[in-house]
């Protein structure tokens, strides 16, 4: 039997190759990473994630499934890193986000953003190596969990396989991380600096 996060991994694929390829990711991943790049995407990531997190803080689901011992919240990451690097952090914003409608619906962009954990931490030692820059100068959000990325990221999918058994709520997961992979390629791919 296929599991949900086998299902995930095998529907958003071309969207995940996808939204590797967008601006920002091309600016950092290459041979002369930039500073101002790197800053516009903790700005983008941060008015991305920061409703997310909100909308799955609010949910009463959120503690009762144990997701909360198993997943950190990302913005504040980021704005410590913001704040590090000297940039004012900006909130309001006109990124389309998918609807959540609920748990299942805040599910699906939550597997994006632990996803995103998993190629952040692969990332990092690029942007170390590029930007001159560590956890304690601007890094601390890319460097994911760092030596525990990878488990927490089985953690987190073997609790999305318990939490969402049935047919309904898995199409809710899938239907909305295939929105949140494109709303966040989206997103990334229009300027903001």
Not at 106 to 121: F, K, Q, R, T
Not at 130 to 140: A, K, N, T, Y
Not at 144 to 171: C, H, M
Not at 176 to 192: G, H, M, Q, R, V
Request: net charge negative; glycine share 4%; with cysteine.
């Amino acid at each position: 039997m296929t599991t949900l996060h086998e299902r995930l991994k095998t529907i958003t694929k071309p969207l995940h190759d996808e939204i590797e390829q967008n601006r920002l990711s091309k600016i950092l991943l290459s041979d002369a990473p930039n500073l101002d790049a790197y800053k516009e995407f903790l700005l983008k990531m941060l008015m991305f994630i920061k409703p997310i997190e909100e909308a799955m803080l609010s949910a009463k689901e959120w503690s009762e499934c144990g997701l909360d011992q198993i997943c950190r919240i990302k913005s504040k990451d980021i704005e410590s890193d913001l704040e590090i690097l000297g940039v004012k952090a900006m909130i309001e914003s006109e990124v389309i986000l998918p609807r959540f409608d609920d748990f299942f619906s805040i599910l699906g962009a939550w597997y994006v953003l632990e996803g995103s954990m998993v190629g952040a931490s692969m990332q990092a030692p690029i942007l170390r190596k590029g930007l001159c820059i560590d956890e304690q100068s601007g890094l601390l959000y890319m460097s994911g969990y760092g030596s525990r990325t990878f488990e927490v990221w089985k953690r987190f999918t073997d609790k999305l396989n318990e939490i969402a058994p049935d047919a309904k709520s898995q199409k809710k997961v899938i239907l909305t991380a295939c929105d949140t992979f494109l709303s966040l390629k989206l997103w990334l791919d229009e300027p903001i600096m």
